[in-house]
């Protein structure tokens, strides 16, 4: 059903605020099904619980054989190569299942790891900026840290995306260049 069609539905029967629909589409029964759709879980997943128990064992071995934690983008293939069912889920459903799963924790930034870990065991923007800064002393390029960056995350972020790391770290984007406020150390 499409989140839009949902929330006048909702709003029909209940008083609700909009903020509502997109808690509820988060959390089982239901289930997210690409950007605009929303469904329930056993009836409209492909696989319905089978596949979920299939997935949730698949991704759990491969984050403690790895002993890290990955993008949801690299765990969307490991999941296309369970099945041809599995193939057939979207991002956002693989994003509904491992919100459901209690072992699972998301970053943010799109990384996923075990529950049980102390983090996701996956830098964030701001840690590969740091270090980026560290190894050179304090500058590096705006170039080099997007290719450290897209090598992580798999997409390359644009000025805008860097800025509020940048900002976090109490550097400043001067020109081509990231530049460490040494005052601040």
């Given at each position: 059903m499409a989140e839009d069609l949902l929330r006048n539905r909702l709003r029909e029967k209940l008083d609700f605020r909009d903020a509502s629909v997109g808690l509820v589409s988060l959390r089982p029964p239901f289930v997210k099904?690409?950007?605009?759709?929303?469904?329930?879980?056993d009836r409209d997943l492909p696989g319905g619980s089978l596949a979920i128990e299939e997935a949730g064992e698949q991704l759990?071995?491969?984050?403690?054989?790895?002993?890290?934690?990955?993008?949801?983008?690299?765990?969307?293939?490991?999941?296309?190569?369970?099945?041809?069912?599995?193939?057939?889920w979207t991002k956002e459903m693989l994003l509904s299942v491992l919100r459901a799963e209690a072992r699972f924790?998301?970053?943010?930034?799109?990384a996923?790891?075990?529950?049980?870990?102390?983090?996701?065991?996956?830098?964030?923007?701001?840690?590969?900026?740091?270090?980026?800064?560290?190894?050179?002393a304090g500058r590096v390029s705006v170039g080099a840290a997007m290719?450290?960056?897209?090598?992580?995350?798999?997409?390359?972020?644009?000025?805008?995306?860097?800025?509020?790391?940048?900002?976090?770290?109490?550097?400043?984007?001067?020109?081509?260049?990231?530049?460490?406020?040494?005052?601040h150390t």
């Open positions: 099904m690409d950007a605009n759709r929303i469904g329930l879980m759990e071995s491969l984050l403690t054989r790895k002993g890290k934690g990955l993008m949801v983008t690299e765990l969307c293939l490991e999941i296309e190569r369970l099945s041809a069912l599995h193939a057939l924790h998301l970053s943010r930034w799109g996923v790891g075990l529950s049980e870990w102390e983090s996701v065991r996956f830098p964030s923007r701001k840690e590969v900026l740091q270090r980026c800064l560290e190894a050179g290719d450290q960056i897209e090598a992580l995350y798999g997409q390359r972020p644009d000025r805008a995306t860097l800025w509020g790391p940048v900002q976090q770290l109490g550097a400043k984007l001067v020109e081509d260049w990231i530049v460490a406020d040494l005052t």
